[in-house]
């Protein structure tokens, strides 16, 4: 069972920067600039240390979420997407006239029981 998923279409803008930019990862923002939006950077560009946790991979990308936004997010399933539109951060896509956003679900029962997280 997997935490987060990435949309076709959102795949596709991944590779392209993948391509461009070389080794990536993605950060759940917890609210600054871009509300709470997945950001991607060239690996090494953000730091992350113990209080920031691995959600799972995207196309061979780590997707990172700190754990005091994870106390709120703990319960859902979430889905990488795009859309046209210039967010407010400093991710790899927004100079494609492109920005990251998350279609969210709460887990199912069984989901929730994978995780262990009652």
């Known amino acids: 069972m997997e935490r987060v998923a990435i949309t076709e279409k959102a795949s596709k803008t991944l590779e392209l920067l993948k391509t ?4 990536l990862i993605f950060h ?33 990308v780590n ?12 319960h859902t399933h979430l889905t990488i997407d795009i859309t046209e539109g210039r967010g407010a951060s400093f991710s790899l896509e ?20 994978f995780f262990n997280l009652k």
């Open 20 to 23: 461009k930019h070389g080794e």
């Open 28 to 60: 759940q923002s917890g609210g600054c600039c871009d509300g709470s939006a997945p950001m991607v950077f060239e690996k090494g560009d953000l730091y992350l240390d113990d209080s920031d946790i691995l959600l799972g991979i995207l196309n061979g």
């Open 63 to 74: 997707f990172y979420m700190n754990q005091d936004q994870f106390e709120y997010w703990k």
């Open 94 to 113: 927004i100079p494609l006239g492109l920005r990251f956003f998350i279609h969210s679900r709460l887990l199912t029962k069984e989901e929730d029981a």
